[in-house]
Every structure is written in C-alpha cells, then in structure tokens.
C-alpha cells in the first residue's frame, strides 16, 4: 500500500525492515520455540548491529546518538519494529525510554542532556515516567494529581505515591509530575522534575502484575509502584519551565500516542501475516481454510481497517507538526488501539489451538495489545475529548425547517 511517505522514511523503512526479518525475528523465534529468555547481553548485541546498520535511536538527534530523524519519517520505521517482540527495544526505540529521550531532548537543559541523555540514548542508564496515581489521584482525570513539590530554598521537597511507572522497578531516574503551584490551576501548577533513583526516600514497593507482564527476555522493567517521602533535588532538576508540565506531557504524549499506534500496527500486521500463512496451510472440511469465504471476508475487513489506522496516524502526524494536532492524535489513537485489538483477536482466532499457544507470538501480541486501549488515554478519555469538539460549533440553520409544536395549541400550563 503506498502512504506516500518521503523517500528519507521509505528509506530506513525498509533497512528497518530488513533488520528485523534477518536478525531480529529470527531471534524471537528462536526463543519461542525454547522459551529460553533473550539475555539483556544479546539486547546490547543487537544495538551494536542496529548502530552498523545507521538504525539506532531513530528518534534522536544525531548529536546525541540518534538518527535524527523527523517525526513523520521515522513512523513507518516504528511500524516495523512493532512487527516482533523485542523490535523496539532491539533498536532502542522502546518505551517510555522513547518519550523521555525525547522530553530531554525538547525541553532539557544542556546539562541535563549531557548528564542523563546522552546516556540514556546508548542505553548506559534508563529511565522511568511517573506520572499516573493510585485513586483517588491522577489517571484519567489528570487533574486530580495529589503529588506534591514545594520549594525549600534551591531544593524542591517531593512527596508523591506513583503506579504504573512503565520500566520503573531498575530505572536510574525518574521524571515525577507534581503539583508545584498548589494555588494555581493542576494545569497551569504542575512541574516535572527529574528525580536520581537513589535519592533519599525512593522506594520502589512493587513490580504491578499485569496482563502482559511476562515478555521473552530477561529484562524486567515492569510498571512499578514507587513512593517519593519528603525526597530533595536541586530546582535545577525541573525540567523545562516550573509550572508547564501539562504543557511538556501534552507534547510528549501526542507524538508517544502515534509512534504506539505505529508499534502496534506493526504487531497487527504481523499477526495477519501469520493467520494467512495458517490458513492457507490449514485443512478442515474438504478445503484449506483459506478457502472459506466467511474467513477471506473477515480477513479482507481486517486489512481495510488497518488501512485505515495507518493513514490516520499519518495524518495526525503531518498535523502535529503544524500545532498540537489534539483531536487528529486522539482520533489516531483510539482507532488505531480498538483496530490492532480486534485484528490481533481476529488473527488468534484463525490460528486456533496455535492461536492460543506460544509457539507463535501472537499470544503475546494479544496480551499486549489491550493495555493500549487504557495507557496514553483510555478510550472513554478521547472520546470526551473528540466528542466536545464536534460539538464546538454547531448551526442551528440546519434545522430550521423542522416542524415545531404549533404555540397557539400549546397549553399554558406546560410551562409553569
């Protein structure tokens, strides 16, 4: 299908690509089959590979160890890496890492790029983003953040109870969100601020459990639970401006939304890829399964819908280089999650018994892929967020020639 993505995109795209069917997938395979975890060893093996081959760190300027590619160009490559287990970590583009190269990169200080960028990109260190709270803090109303930090001289004091801190159980840093402005607006009041893991009152309490949590390497990064007690950084260790960090989250989350549906369109595919390659192998009454039309038809809505979603991400993604593009993003998103979701079930389900087992990777895809209705704005979020929008504008013109209840037959007492 042809996107009419730049010759720059097409480019490493298909390098990407070849990476991944060469060495990468052959790998996941392989661990598959002897369900032998990838050592984190290998992980660092193939960074070494990707950097030969110009694929590491697409995300990232050059100046830091990137690629430097733009936002749209480097998309199709993510859709690439999505097509394995360990695509995106193989090429150093998984997150939250992702999302906190790029916060650093956008917002950060030259200091702070070169103390903890730098190193984050070649993969010496890692990094976490704790933004999400128990109840009845910030989640899907992030409004409701309870997370504090008060100003003690040349030190923020941060006291804050955080979950679902993706890569937080062995992160070296953290960047907590947390009110800052208690008199201001969550909006206008909130700050993030980079906080070393072995501060003084970090605690890690546990790993969540979670649908999907098992992967096939040795590299547990998790969703933690952390708690932040009375813990002091440097105000210097804000990142961006003090008060903007709705601001500087909106930022990182409306490029870190399309780069998943990228990912995850790449996992749907590749779970199509499978199903087709099953059924045209599979007999059952008389015929391969590739054969029946009720099949054929459900695969042929398949692919239409994920069709569908790439040119949706694509759009938003040109329009997020012209503003914050906040309904094409979260139109983007939600189609593209309840889209991957029901085409990695669909996939499942025509592979049967193979389906369910973990000799293939679609089992696991299917686990993985249902958080992405949730994480980066549940469903329900950007629905309000879409819906309040098409209602912005409405013109009554459009109906005035509706039939109204003639007043003179109206009864007066209707209206007290």
Known sequence: MEYHDSDTAKAVADRVASFMDEVVIPREREALATQEPILMAEIEDLWEQAKERDLFAPQVSAEYGGQGLDFSDMLPSFEQVGRSLIGALALRANAPQEGNMHTLEMVGTDEQKERWLRPLVQGDISSAFAMTEPRQGGGSDPKMLQSTATRDGDEWVINA????????????????????????????????????????????????????GHGITEREGGHAEVKFENVRVPVENTIGEAGQGFQIAQMRLGGGRLTHCMRYSGMAERSLDIAKAYLSEREAFGTTLDEKQALRHRIADAETRLHAARTMVRHAARELDRSDARIEVAMAKMFTANVTQETIDLALQCCGGNGIGKDLPIAHFYENVRAFRIVDGADEVHRRSIARWAFEDIDENEIENTLQFDEDLRVDELDE
Do not use: C, Q
């Open 161 to 212: 109870h955080k979950w679902w801190t993706s890569d937080g159980l062995n992160a070296d840093f953290y960047l907590v969100m947390a009110r800052t402005d208690l008199d201001a607006h969550p909006y206008e009041g909130t700050s993030i601020i980079l906080v070393p893991a072995d501060a003084a009152g970090v605690t890690v309490a546990r790993n969540v459990p979670h649908l999907g």
